[in-house]
C-alpha cells in the first residue's frame, strides 16, 4: 500500500516534471541511433543523447528555372519529445505512425495535433531555418519552449538507406550557435523529397515529412 501511494506520487511529480521541458530525467541510453555501416559521414558520440525529439513538418523547395530542379528553401516542424519512448508507442518505427497521420491530416491542419493523437507529450519545442551566424544563407534551429535553441551547421549527410527518392538525407550537423546541445542527427526520416524535377516558374512546394533529431 505504502509502496503504490509512493508510485502514484512519485508519478504525479513526473507528470508536473514534463510539462515543463528540461534536461530529460529519463534514462536515454536506450535511445540509440540505428546507423549503416559502410559509411563515415554519420558517427555516433559514445555518450546517451541529450533529447531524441521527433520531428513533423514540412520542407520547403523552390523551382530552379536553369535546372528545374527544386532546390531546398528550408523546413519548419513541430517537435515532440520521444527520449523517454521505448515501446508504447514503438520508439523503432514511431517516425512512420507519426507520419501516416500526418500525411492523411487535412490542408492546414498544424503539425502540433498530431502528437496528441499517436499519444506523444506536449510540443517540446520547434524547428526552423533562420540567417545563418554565419552570414551567408540560411541555417536549422532546434527551439525549445523552455529558451534553450541550437543553430546547426551540416557537417554529414548520407542518403536515406532506405527509398531515397522519398525520404530525405540522414544528416549530421555541429553546434553553430546556442546552448541546447553540441551536436544533432537528423535519422529514420519518412518522405520530404520533392518531385525530381519541375516546371519553370511553378509555385514553391512543402512536402510533409518526418524524422529523429537526436541532440547530444
Ligand atoms: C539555379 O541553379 C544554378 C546551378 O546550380 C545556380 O547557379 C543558380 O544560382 C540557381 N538559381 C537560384 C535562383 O537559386
Ligand atoms: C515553409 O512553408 C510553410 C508553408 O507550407 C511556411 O509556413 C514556412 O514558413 C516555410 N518555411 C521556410 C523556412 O521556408
Redesign the pocket.
Known amino acids: 500500500m505504502f509502496s503504490f501511494q509512493l508510485l502514484s506520487a512519485l508519478s504525479s511529480v513526473a507528470l508536473l516534471v514534463s510539462a515543463a521541458p528540461a534536461r530529460r530525467a529519463c534514462d536515454t541510453s536506450g535511445a540509440v541511433m540505428d546507423l549503416p555501416s559502410g559509411q563515415t559521414q554519420l558517427v555516433a558520440p559514445t555518450t546517451a543523447p541529450l533529447y531524441v525529439a521527433l520531428g513533423v513538418g514540412v520542407q520547403n523547395y523552390t523551382c ?1 528555372a ?2 528545374l530542379k527544386y ?1 531546398s528553401t528550408g523546413a519548419v516542424a513541430s517537435l515532440f519529445d520521444i527520449s523517454c519512448i521505448d515501446t508504447t508507442p514503438a520508439f523503432a518505427t514511431i517516425q512512420t505512425t507519426a507520419f501516416n497521420v500526418w500525411s492523411a491530416a487535412p490542408a492546414g491542419a498544424p503539425a502540433t495535433s498530431i502528437g496528441s493523437s499517436i499519444g506523444l507529450p506536449p510540443v517540446l519545442g520547434s524547428h526552423f531555418f533562420v540567417t545563418s551566424p554565419t552570414g551567408t544563407g540560411i541555417s536549422p534551429e532546434w527551439s525549445f519552449t523552455n529558451g534553450q535553441f541550437v543553430i546547426g551547421s551540416k557537417v554529414g549527410d548520407i542518403t536515406a538507406p532506405t527509398d531515397s527518392a522519398t525520404n530525405v538525407d540522414w544528416l549530421a550537423l555541429n553546434n553553430l550557435q546556442g546552448t541546447l546541445a553540441s551536436k544533432i542527427f537528423r535519422i529514420d526520416t519518412v518522405n520530404g523529397q520533392p518531385p525530381s524535377s519541375c516546371v519553370a516558374g511553378s509555385a514553391d512546394i512543402s512536402v510533409k515529412y518526418t524524422a529523429k533529431y537526436f541532440l547530444y
Do not use: P
Request: hydrophobic share 0%; no cysteine.
Open positions: 530552379n536553369s535546372t532546390t
